[in-house]
């Protein structure tokens, strides 16, 4: 209420107190004009006072040479205006008699003065008697009465002619003197203005004026430059076309030109009529209208987005509104300044919070981001201008690039309102809906815009990217646009909804001939679910990497290190980019090394159930990292496990660098190398894993200094592989045929005693066999 009351006070001290504001506004916007002139006398040793009247008087000089041009002109018109009637009454009659029906206008205008005249009673009715005045009957002709004002006296006369004068000579003298003044002054009306404006905060209030100042200027100079570029080639034009006082209509169009979008045709009618009065025919009027629209075409579409940098950022319909405004509050003058004042209203917007909606209504800059454009029309299920926006952003940037700025942000908008409970179910699915439509409506578009070449072999790709949503809708979107951006960089991808990472959905995933699975939330603390989904993905599939695109994360929890860590993922992203490219990485290995062992959801209970049956309680697998580390002595290296589908028993560490290795391994059940192993239920050696490309970028392996690995299954007297017995050195290291078949000779044994209740007996019998251990 009190930004609303000072408004209209300001604008009612603005009406009443016109007379001084509106000269003292010309004098701010002319020292705009004139103080670059006034700082290059400077810079020429010339005093400030005498820089200030040389400049003013430069402009008074132009200004009147203007005036005298145009003064001089309008004589020269009105003297000649007698010789144009004859010119104008042949054309009227010309339209009259080659008017439609032949003498249609002249009969309408008979009948029209007829009707008039009627009406009046100026006609006599048929049959009446004369009047008769006086005695006699004599008829007398009435007496005509004239009256005439008395002739003026030489005050009145004065009076009469100065008076209409003396109000712009006023006008015109207070702007002089306020010019002078405020160029005299600039520094220091500047320091009160920031003193007064900024209220303590003198960054705030410079760069206001500083804003204020620039836009203003360069609107003022581009405009000049616009203008006389527009009214120069029209004088000329006008000139050679034979329009009489072409200069007067030149500087008139360059003038008139400050008026947004009027000025022009304003500019245009007086050398059009003129054009009708002079020519006989109708050749100079036509000439005249082609040559102000052509100047016009090329002025907006030319030279003022060549010369305007930046705008003066002012809407459009904030140009008209405001025109009107100062129009009805300062008159024809307030229609010239309407666009500097203006800009001005727009800066004072930006930088005060109160007036903070005058830069809204006003400006010309998006107040909405691209994402909560997008949102806003999700919100809406206005599916067309969606996908209007979209296409638009594709078409400058890429769909990559849609996603990653756009698409995915106003997704994270749709879950953050989703958190605070101000969006409920039927929204969501809205978004999400209007979304993965969005999605798809570009891939055709992009399909569209694509050689036949290209979509021939984009069909032909295999799937062998997962895109899974997490949870939500939302998530289901996600994934669409993550697939769309794979399948455009020529990698197959299949969009699997929320339903198939629930449990029972898992085990019955489809995993042959898949290479990765990207799993998407936009849960700002994703790390339980992920971890869930992926270690059951990483017993059935332990070589398909699995990557965590988190889109939402709370902040402080952007580390990808520790994501993939607590997710057991093999990498976690928050951006689209960096997922893309490193499933790109990790696809295109995969295509080099072949098929990788899967396991399927069958095969996957039957492992547990079949280590269920074993009945190894907690005593028993105490056992067995016994049993492990009577294997590490036997082959002389620092680790042995004995991994079981469900659990690893690490062996005790023989260095401080085995101990490092060992702790990062405890717990780590869903290593590739042993998931490897139970999954191809064969042996497995890598005598040096960062030579092995199957391994060489596996974070399990190198981030905890595994350097040679050798593995072979744990199998039951079923066949069922319940587990592995692996060894494991922080060195590279050789590895015999006869070191594999005592590793088979010792897991065969192992499993033996497991299940007769012996964890550790085959073990120690091998020991007393005198084995001894590989070089």
Request: with cysteine.
């Given at each position: 209420?009190?930004?609303?009351?000072?408004?209209?006070?300001?604008?009612?001290?603005?009406?009443?107190?016109?007379?001084?504001?509106?000269?003292?506004?010309l004098a701010i916007l002319l020292s705009f004009v004139l103080t670059p002139l006034v700082n290059w006398l400077r810079r020429w040793k010339v005093p400030r006072i005498a820089a200030v009247l040389i400049a003013?008087?430069?402009?008074?000089?132009?200004?009147?040479?203007?005036?005298?041009?145009?003064?001089?002109?309008?004589?020269?018109?009105?003297?000649?205006?007698?010789?144009?009637?004859?010119?104008?009454?042949?054309?009227?009659?010309?339209?009259?008699?080659?008017?439609?029906?032949?003498?249609?206008?002249?009969?309408?205008?008979?009948?029209?003065?007829?009707?008039?005249?009627?009406?009046?009673?100026?006609?006599?009715?048929?049959?009446?008697?004369?009047?008769?005045?006086?005695?006699?009957?004599?008829?007398?002709?009435?007496?005509?009465?004239?009256?005439?004002?008395?002739?003026?006296?030489?005050?009145?006369?004065?009076?009469?002619?100065?008076?209409?004068?003396?109000?712009?000579?006023?006008?015109?003298?207070?702007?002089?003197?306020?010019?002078?003044?405020?160029?005299?002054?600039?520094?220091?009306?500047?320091?009160?203005?920031?003193?007064?404006?900024?209220?303590?905060?003198?960054?705030?209030?410079?760069?206001?004026?500083?804003?204020?100042?620039?836009?203003?200027?360069?609107?003022?100079?581009?405009?000049?430059?616009?203008?006389?570029?527009?009214?120069?080639?029209?004088?000329?034009?006008?000139?050679?076309?034979?329009?009489?006082?072409?200069?007067?209509?030149?500087?008139?169009?360059?003038?008139?030109?400050?008026?947004?979008?009027?000025?022009?045709?304003?500019?245009?009618?007086?050398?059009?009529?003129?054009?009708?009065?002079?020519?006989?025919?109708?050749?100079?009027?036509?000439?005249?209208?082609?040559?102000?629209?052509?100047?016009?075409?090329?002025?907006?579409?030319?030279?003022?987005?060549?010369?305007?940098?930046?705008?003066?950022?002012?809407?459009?319909?904030?140009?008209?509104?405001?025109?009107?405004?100062?129009?009805?509050?300062?008159?024809?003058?307030?229609?010239?300044?309407?666009?500097?004042?203006?800009?001005?209203?727009?800066?004072?917007?930006?930088?005060?919070?109160?007036?903070?909606?005058?830069?809204?209504?006003?400006?010309?800059?998006?107040?909405?981001?691209?994402?909560?454009?997008?949102?806003?029309?999700?919100?809406?299920?206005?599916?067309?201008?969606?996908?209007?926006?979209?296409?638009?952003?594709?078409?400058?940037?890429?769909?990559?690039?849609?996603?990653?700025?756009?698409?995915?942000?106003?997704?994270?908008?749709?879950?953050?309102?989703?958190?605070?409970?101000?969006?409920?179910?039927?929204?969501?699915?809205?978004?999400?809906?209007?979304?993965?439509?969005?999605?798809?409506?570009?891939?055709?578009?992009?399909?569209?815009?694509?050689?036949?070449?290209?979509?021939?072999?984009?069909?032909?790709?295999?799937?062998?990217?997962?895109?899974?949503?997490?949870?939500?809708?939302?998530?289901?979107?996600?994934?669409?646009?993550?697939?769309?951006?794979?399948?455009?960089?020529?990698?197959?991808?299949?969009?699997?909804?929320?339903?198939?990472?629930?449990?029972?959905?898992?085990?019955?995933?489809?995993?042959?001939?898949?290479?990765?699975?990207?799993?998407?939330?936009?849960?700002?603390?994703?790390?339980?679910?992920?971890?869930?989904?992926?270690?059951?993905?990483?017993?059935?599939?332990?070589?398909?990497?699995?990557?965590?695109?988190?889109?939402?994360?709370?902040?402080?929890?952007?580390?990808?290190?520790?994501?993939?860590?607590?997710?057991?993922?093999?990498?976690?992203?928050?951006?689209?980019?960096?997922?893309?490219?490193?499933?790109?990485?990790?696809?295109?290995?995969?295509?080099?090394?072949?098929?990788?062992?899967?396991?399927?959801?069958?095969?996957?209970?039957?492992?547990?159930?079949?280590?269920?049956?074993?009945?190894?309680?907690?005593?028993?697998?105490?056992?067995?990292?016994?049993?492990?580390?009577?294997?590490?002595?036997?082959?002389?290296?620092?680790?042995?496990?004995?991994?079981?589908?469900?659990?690893?028993?690490?062996?005790?560490?023989?260095?401080?660098?085995?101990?490092?290795?060992?702790?990062?391994?405890?717990?780590?059940?869903?290593?590739?190398?042993?998931?490897?192993?139970?999954?191809?239920?064969?042996?497995?050696?890598?005598?040096?894993?960062?030579?092995?490309?199957?391994?060489?970028?596996?974070?399990?392996?190198?981030?905890?200094?595994?350097?040679?690995?050798?593995?072979?299954?744990?199998?039951?007297?079923?066949?069922?592989?319940?587990?592995?017995?692996?060894?494991?050195?922080?060195?590279?290291?050789?590895?015999?045929?006869?070191?594999?078949?005592?590793?088979?000779?010792?897991?065969?044994?192992?499993?033996?005693?497991?299940?007769?209740?012996?964890?550790?007996?085959?073990?120690?019998?091998?020991?007393?066999?005198?084995?001894?251990?590989?070089?």
């Amino acid at each position: 209420m009190l930004t609303a009351g000072g408004i209209v006070l300001a604008i009612g001290a603005l009406y009443l107190g016109r007379e001084i504001f509106v000269p003292f506004a010309l004098a701010i916007l002319l020292s705009f004009v004139l103080t670059p002139l006034v700082n290059w006398l400077r810079r020429w040793k010339v005093p400030r006072i005498a820089a200030v009247l040389i400049a003013v008087s430069i402009a008074f000089i132009v200004v009147a040479g203007i005036a005298l041009v145009v003064g001089r002109q309008l004589v020269q018109l009105a003297s000649n205006l007698p010789n144009y009637q004859t010119t104008i009454t042949d054309k009227i009659r010309s339209l009259q008699s080659s008017a439609p029906g032949g003498g249609v206008v002249d009969a309408v205008t008979t009948t029209m003065q007829d009707l008039g005249r009627e009406i009046s009673g100026d006609e006599k009715k048929p049959g009446s008697a004369p009047s008769r005045l006086g005695a006699g009957g004599e008829s007398r002709e009435p007496v005509t009465v004239r009256m005439e004002p008395p002739q003026p006296r030489p005050l009145e006369l004065i009076r009469s002619v100065i008076g209409p004068l003396l109000a712009p000579l006023a006008t015109s003298g207070l702007v002089v003197i306020f010019v002078i003044f405020v160029l005299l002054e600039r520094e220091d009306l500047r320091d009160r203005f920031i003193k007064l404006a900024g209220a303590g905060d003198l960054q705030k209030s410079t760069q206001a004026i500083n804003d204020a100042a620039s836009r203003v200027s360069r609107y003022l100079l581009m405009q000049l430059v616009v203008n006389l570029t527009y009214g120069v080639p029209i004088g000329v034009a006008l000139y050679f076309v034979g329009v009489p006082n072409a200069i007067l209509w030149g500087l008139l169009a360059a003038v008139l030109r400050f008026i947004p979008y009027l000025g022009p045709f304003i500019a245009a009618i007086f050398p059009a009529a003129l054009a009708i009065a002079v020519d006989p025919g109708w050749t100079m009027l036509f000439w005249v209208v082609g040559l102000f629209v052509t100047a016009e075409l090329v002025s907006n579409n030319v030279i003022e987005p060549w010369l305007y940098g930046s705008s003066t950022g002012l809407s459009s319909l904030a140009i008209i509104i405001a025109a009107i405004f100062w129009t009805m509050l300062w008159g024809p003058v307030g229609l010239f300044l309407a666009t500097p004042l203006t800009v001005c209203l727009v800066v004072i917007g930006r930088y005060v919070p109160q007036l903070e909606f005058l830069g809204i209504l006003l400006g010309s800059d998006p107040v909405l981001a691209p994402e909560e454009q997008l949102y806003q029309r999700l919100l809406a299920g206005n599916l067309e201008e969606a996908v209007e926006f979209a296409e638009n952003y594709v078409d400058e940037c890429s769909s990559r690039e849609l996603y990653d700025n756009v698409g995915i942000p106003a997704l994270r908008l749709a879950e953050n309102d989703r958190q605070r409970n101000s969006i409920d179910t039927n929204y969501r699915r809205l978004v999400a809906d209007t979304a993965i439509s969005v999605v798809r409506e570009v891939d055709d578009h992009i399909r569209e815009k694509a050689s036949a070449v290209t979509e021939g072999s984009h069909s032909a790709q295999r799937p062998c990217v997962l895109c899974l949503a997490g949870r939500t809708e939302l998530d289901h979107a996600a994934a669409e646009m993550l697939a769309q951006v794979l399948e455009e960089h020529g990698i197959g991808a299949k969009v699997l909804p929320p339903i198939v990472v629930s449990r029972g959905a898992l085990e019955q995933l489809d995993l042959q001939g898949v290479d990765a699975v990207c799993l998407s939330y936009f849960h700002p603390q994703p790390q339980v679910y992920a971890r869930y989904v992926f270690r059951r993905l990483r017993r059935r599939a332990p070589q398909v990497k699995l990557a965590a695109c988190c889109w939402n994360l709370i902040a402080g929890t952007e580390q990808a290190g520790e994501l993939k860590t607590q997710m057991a993922a093999d990498a976690a992203f928050a951006s689209l980019q960096a997922c893309v490219e490193q499933v790109e990485a990790w696809v295109g290995r995969a295509a080099a090394l072949g098929e990788t062992p899967q396991l399927t959801a069958d095969a996957e209970r039957a492992q547990i159930a079949a280590l269920r049956g074993l009945g190894l309680d907690a005593s028993k697998r105490q056992d067995l990292e016994e049993a492990s580390r009577k294997v590490a002595q036997a082959f002389n290296v620092p680790i042995a496990l004995v991994t079981l589908v469900d659990n690893i028993q690490p062996a005790a560490a023989a260095d401080s660098r085995a101990q490092d290795v060992q702790a990062g391994l405890q717990g780590n059940h869903e290593g590739s190398l042993d998931a490897h192993v139970i999954a191809a239920d064969d042996m497995l050696v890598s005598e040096d894993v960062t030579e092995d490309p199957r391994f060489a970028d596996d974070p399990h392996v190198l981030e905890r200094g595994i350097r040679f690995y050798a593995g072979v299954p744990l199998r039951t007297s079923s066949g069922h592989v319940v587990g592995c017995l692996c060894v494991i050195d922080t060195q590279p290291r050789e590895f015999t045929d006869q070191d594999r078949d005592r590793l088979q000779e010792m897991a065969n044994q192992l499993m033996v005693d497991i299940q007769s209740g012996r964890a550790t007996t085959g073990v120690e019998s091998d020991s007393s066999r005198e084995v001894h251990p590989a070089p």
